[in-house]
């Protein structure tokens, strides 16, 4: 008994080395990847919020009642960039880590899990200063109800990770997929209330786009910010939940039903 638990102790301590440097890597080549590529992890999202204000705000004069307007934007470009991009990038990283798949201690999961993790936290230190920015500048942009905004981020990222679990399988093993997948998130952007709420949109149409937990936890993730926002009928916080567990758990099972060809491809 003592020795088996020891040799657990062994295998998890091996396997937090190894995510340990695997995380270490992929900081240091994501931030020296370009030239002051820290910089650009922050300018990317506050210009492309500031275009979108410009749009919306001043050409178009598109206000939303009980909201400032720039905090709506923030925060649906926000959780829609932490699902994408924790998906996006995860997908490709079994191709990019290839060679050290030479040692026994990296699986491909490991390196798919530990670059949704680095995403993870890369986006949740863009949120905090881009919300801080916009305190500062005298907006109120600090959640009503932040562990309601804390939990459906989390999901955001969990769902993101299932889905670059899933995908990072399939693209490895039919390269269509990711450039499929790449395609897809174009109009998904588009679809996700990104840049509107669903309350704009006629019930009938609304019913669908609601079909979309990324919608879904837009919408909650504004009404925790803002008790005068009003969340239309059918927003669910499970089912966001249900959508990011079940992703997670197909994604691990595709890798260890396909993990002998992911090491093999």
Not at 23 to 39: D, H, I, N, P
Not at 113 to 120: D, P, Q
Request: charged share 10%.
């Amino acid at each position: 008994m003592t020795g088996s638990m020891g040799n657990l102790r062994s295998s998890a301590s091996i396997t937090l080395s190894a995510w340990n440097a695997l995380f270490l890597r992929e900081a240091v080549s994501r931030v020296s990847g370009r030239r002051a590529a820290w910089l650009w992890l922050l300018v990317e999202p506050a210009a492309h919020l500031t275009v979108l204000m410009v749009i919306f705000s001043t050409i178009r004069h598109r206000v939303m009642p009980g909201f400032d307007y720039a905090l709506f934007l923030a925060i649906g470009i926000l959780g829609y960039n932490l699902f994408r991009n924790s998906a996006t990038r995860s997908m490709a990283a079994i191709s990019a880590n290839r060679a050290l798949f030479a040692y026994r201690q990296v699986k491909p999961v490991d390196v798919v899990l530990v670059r949704a993790f680095l995403e993870g936290v890369i986006q949740l230190f863009v949120g905090l200063i881009m919300i801080a920015g916009m305190s500062l500048v005298g907006l109120e942009a600090l959640p009503h109800d932040p562990l309601t905004v804390m939990l459906v981020f989390a999901l955001f990222w969990l769902f993101g990770t299932g889905v670059g679990l899933m995908l990072s399988v399939g693209s490895t093993l039919i390269p269509e997929i990711g450039k499929m997948a790449n395609l897809c998130f174009i109009p998904l952007y588009f679809v996700s209330g990104v840049l509107f709420s669903p309350a704009m949109v006629p019930p009938a149409l609304r019913d669908w786009l609601l079909l979309n937990p990324v919608m879904q936890g837009l919408e909650l993730a504004r009404a925790a910010f803002s008790p005068s926002y009003h969340v239309v009928t059918g927003v669910d916080l499970y089912y966001l939940m249900a959508f990011a567990f079940a992703s997670l758990f197909f994604g691990l099972a595709v890798h260890v039903r396909f993990a002998r060809r992911l090491l093999m491809q």
